[in-house]
């Protein structure tokens, strides 16, 4: 089904916490979010665990009358498992993309992985894009969807952003891991600039406001 804009629905709304019986571990999933694209096409960000797949089913059926085969893409901001643990169930997906990494079955894109990092990899022209956005991993990637009639653009950017707290207070994504935090300040400097509304790694979406960039600013000068 086709429509006139492009639609960024959050399926999941992400979460981490300590775990309030084991002081050495914390809980988390991501937050997983569907984009339906205004000429059909229907791409799926973050995949939650493994053990996911049944209420993820369900809720594409329920909610979005789709089944696992008309997912068309495929995309996880990075590799780790709470991330890409149900990419399984879209086998009819033209691509796989894992962080920096596209693929189908066995054949494994090279050209992407050697682009520039602010080269973006087309999903739906320039409506949809995947762009490198490393810092939390060195291979992670955003999700860029633009809405042509109101000249908007969402990110959907993984665990660049922790949730929307963690702009007041960095030690949220900082704790969370960060294989190269320089990078991560920039990166988030950039995509808070370019977006209207972010979808973070484990939280709800957010709009970005003009004190949340200066604060970003402050965090990249220091
Ligand atoms: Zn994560």
Redesign the pocket.
């Known amino acids: 089904m086709s429509q006139n804009r492009n639609e960024v629905q959050i399926m999941f709304v992400g979460y981490s916490r300590p775990d309030s019986n084991d002081s050495n571990a914390i809980r ?1 999933n ?1 937050t997983s979010t569907l984009i339906r694209t205004r000429n059909g096409r229907n791409i799926i960000v973050d995949t939650l665990t493994a053990w996911d797949g049944e209420r993820l089913k369900e809720v594409l059926q329920n909610v979005y009358g789709l089944q696992p085969e008309d997912i068309h893409v495929v995309v996880c901001t990075h590799g ?1 498992s ?2 890409i643990g149900c990419n399984y169930l879209f086998r009819e997906a033209q691509w796989h993309i894992v962080g920096a990494c596209v693929s189908n079955r066995d054949k494994y894109l090279n050209s992407y992985l050697t682009r520039a990092e602010t080269q973006p990899f087309q999903l739906c022209g320039d409506d949809v894009t995947v762009v490198r956005t490393p810092g939390h991993t060195l291979s992670c990637v955003s999700v860029l969807v633009r809405d042509p009639t109101q000249g908007r653009i969402v990110g959907i950017c ?2 660049l952003f922790e949730r929307v707290e963690d702009i007041a207070d960095p030690s949220i994504w900082l704790e969370a891991g960060s294989e190269d935090p320089t990078s991560q300040r920039r990166q988030r400097l950039r995509m808070a600039e370019l977006c209207n509304y972010i979808v973070p ?2 939280g709800q979406g957010f709009y970005i406001t003009d004190k949340m960039r200066e604060l970003l600013r402050q965090q990249l000068d220091a």
């Open positions: 988390a991501c780790h709470d991330h993984g665990d790694g484990h």
